[in-house]
């Protein structure tokens, strides 16, 4: 404390420098955000939401993956094309850590805010691959961003670490991850919240689906065209409640940025719209979209494929994976990275069940509350587009 002419200064103590008005000062002028992982579905969709909205002086985008090879519409070549983002092409594994520093500075200043969308996303890998490449990779760039001075550490998490029951989940509810990409986001989750010299906020989105999707919605979409060329009845396994609850990808991305802005330090963040999708809705959409019938196998066929769930896989893939191929080919959709193909982790009667209130409470608002026919054939024209997707099966 010193006094000049008067008037009492005093230094700043450590907690008002990351939260406390001297922060809220800080944040007066556009942040600088690092974005981990920023070329993949939720990552491009983010960084066009904070160009379309001019809510940085700067976005940074790390990613294995060059913008040239992700399948970009020009819509998101020019945001990744705009004078406040800067690509660096980086492999983010824990094993790489040396090279982090030249990802994390900048001769202009810190990033305020770091959203860490980098990790492993496929299923039906080896517990090693996940431990490395999800908790790990999460840990190590949670603490270069505190050792750089970044203010927050945004970690995109997933629903899938709450109990697979048709109740909505709150952020409190009980965990008991059911994917082994959860069991691993779950355990980054438990150590992050005790890393030093940063504020952590979790984020846990429901099934994401829009522009770009491969892994969300999309899957059972792909597997519902496939029944144009089978001429047959498309069949789901269980019921029409089993909850597929879903977000929006661009209300996720409107979320991280609100979030590294407004939310509370510690505090989960689950991410859900109204819709309280389940599978009879999406098979809605199914029939819309593809003049499909469809159905579901019901419990008592349903728990027979369960006790052999391995064979049942195979026989499913092997139904779907073979039109898809001659319905791309037909139409020349070459090199898609849509696929009908469905992990056997997913087949199982897991409701993704989630209350995406809490956010609310901050002033939040979802943009897309509800599921929409023009939603879903947005992400269908996406790829069509783009010749990735075989167009004659859509009708309409």
Excluded at 70 to 90: H, L, N, R, Y
Excluded at 153 to 165: C, G
Aim: charged letters at 25%.
């Amino acid at each position: 404390v010193c006094l000049f002419l008067g008037v009492e200064f005093r230094t700043a103590d450590a907690s008002e420098l990351t939260h406390g008005p001297l922060f809220l000062v800080a944040m007066a002028s556009k942040p600088r955000v690092l974005v981990l992982g920023g070329v993949g579905f939720i990552g491009r969709n983010l960084v066009k939401y904070l160009v379309d909205n001019d809510a940085c002086s700067k976005v940074r985008v790390v990613d294995k993956t060059v913008p040239a090879m992700a399948f970009f519409t020009p819509e998101f070549k020019a945001a990744f094309d705009s004078d406040v983002v800067e690509f660096k092409q980086g492999n983010l594994a824990p094993s790489n850590q040396g090279r982090f520093a030249q990802y994390f500075t900048d001769d202009a200043g810190k990033f305020d805010f770091v959203i860490n969308l980098a990790g492993e996303t496929k299923y039906g890998l080896d517990d090693k691959v996940y431990a490395d490449l999800v908790t790990e990779m999460s840990v190590k760039l949670c603490e270069e961003a505190a050792k750089h001075g970044s203010s927050r550490f945004i970690e995109v998490s997933t629903a899938q670490v709450y109990s697979s029951k048709k109740d909505a989940s709150k952020e409190d509810s009980q965990v008991k991850p059911w994917t082994k990409i959860a069991e691993y986001k779950l355990e980054a989750e438990n150590r992050l919240r005790s890393m030093p010299g940063i504020e952590v906020i979790i984020v846990r989105p429901a099934v994401v689906y829009g522009p770009f999707d491969t892994t969300g919605v999309m899957p059972r979409l792909v597997c519902g065209a496939t029944y144009v060329h089978l001429k047959e009845k498309c069949k789901f396994l269980w019921g029409k409640d089993l909850r597929v609850n879903t977000v929006h990808v661009r209300d996720v991305a409107k979320a991280l940025l609100f979030l590294a802005q407004n939310g509370k330090p510690g505090e989960v963040y689950n991410l859900a719209d109204k819709n309280e999708t389940d599978q009879q809705k999406i098979c809605a959409f199914i029939e819309k979209l593809f003049g499909v019938a469809t159905g579901f196998r019901g419990t008592v066929e349903s728990n027979l494929a369960k006790t052999m769930m391995n064979t049942t896989v195979e026989i499913v893939n092997d139904k779907h994976m073979e039109p898809w191929s001659e319905m791309c080919k037909a139409e020349g959709v070459g090199n898609t990275p849509l696929t009908p193909y469905l992990y056997k982790e997913l087949l199982y009667n897991n409701h993704v069940s989630v209350d995406g209130s809490k956010i609310e409470s901050l002033g939040f608002t979802y943009d897309h509350p509800t599921v929409t026919e023009p939603l879903i054939r947005e992400m269908l024209d996406v790829w069509v587009s783009q010749n990735l997707f075989p167009k004659g099966a859509i009708k309409g």
